[in-house]
């Protein structure tokens, strides 16, 4: 039986324009087809923080103009809508020009979020492009939005990352990889929606691309929930002179360090967070990895990238 890997791609790496995301994606799609080669069972997650901000960003001075005002989980559907298109246009070529028939879907995703989640009340999840202090502080002060330092890199205007409870379309997405399909899912963590009887409502937030990957990959009895982002191991002591990169931590560990506050809340945090959800709560053999996109291929050979175990 081939192992099923459930892929999370982070959406800043996805880049800040429509233009550099089609080149971007052209080395995600090399990395997919790689893994294929392998005989691996591929399911993709992605961010969308960069373009779901820069679209209600949009939205928001078209509103100025007369046009009407697009609610923040329409802009989350047209991210998804958007980066799997450029996705699965850029690994079909790449499958195609290697001779392996193979489809890639793009199914647009809701997750259900709980209304009173508290973290609708402390906005955390960075979205759009970055500004500096002076930028952000006047931004805040005409519209009313909350701002946050993302990383050393500048300032990001913040909304709520719920947990996300279920995925309303899992029983698709197992069809289409049970049949052989790569399947583009929970795009931006999904569109973040609450529950009423029958009825689904979008809520303006973003979940965490990681945490929908997590849950994804549980319910997807994964064997592998691979996490790709920015560097290529998870370090201890980031960005300081004792920095320490990690081959493996367990659960435990990565607990404690977490406590200790080595992963920021922002970025590492929930990438580390999710990993031991994941290992705790699927089979025995079950890991989790963290590594750069680059060095996916690499990674899942034991060869770099960060494991984590039970």
Request: with cysteine; hydrophobic share 40%.
């Amino acid at each position: 039986m081939n192992k099923r890997l459930v892929i999370a791609l982070g959406g800043n790496a996805l880049g800040k324009t429509p233009e550099t995301q089609l080149a971007i994606v052209k080395g995600t799609a090399k990395t997919i087809a790689d893994l294929c080669e392998q005989g691996y069972e591929i399911i993709i997650g992605h961010g969308n923080g960069t373009q779901v901000g820069m679209i209600n960003l949009a939205m928001e001075f078209s509103a100025e103009k007369g046009i009407p005002y697009m609610p923040f989980p329409e802009c989350g559907a047209m991210s998804q809508g958007y980066i799997g298109y450029h996705l699965q246009q850029a690994i079909r070529k790449e499958l195609l020009d290697r001779g392996i028939q193979k489809n890639c879907v793009t199914l647009v995703t809701q997750v259900v979020v709980d209304e009173t989640d508290p973290a609708f009340q402390n906005p955390t999840k960075p979205v759009g492009i970055f500004y500096s202090e002076e930028q952000a502080e006047k931004i805040s002060k005409e519209k009313g939005f909350v701002f946050m330092e993302d990383s050393g890199r500048g300032y990001r205007r913040a909304v709520p990352s719920p947990m996300p409870r279920k995925i309303v379309e899992l029983p698709v997405v197992e069809q289409l990889v049970n049949t052989g399909n790569i399947v583009i899912t929970v795009g931006g963590g999904g569109i973040p929606v609450t529950e009423k009887g029958n009825v689904l409502e979008g809520i303006a937030a973003v979940i965490d691309k990681d945490r929908a990957s997590c849950l994804l990959a549980r319910e997807l009895k994964a064997d592998m929930l691979v996490i790709l982002t920015a560097v290529e191991k998870v370090s201890l002591f980031f960005k300081t002179p004792q920095q320490k990169e990690l081959d493996r931590m367990t659960a435990d560990e990565a607990e404690r360090y977490l406590q200790e506050g080595h992963f920021a809340p922002g970025s590492m945090g929930p990438k580390v967070e999710a990993c031991v959800d994941f290992v705790r709560n699927s089979g025995p053999d079950a890991c989790a990895l963290i590594t750069s996109l680059p060095k996916a291929a690499e990674a899942l050979e034991g060869k770099t990238g960060t494991r984590i175990v039970r």
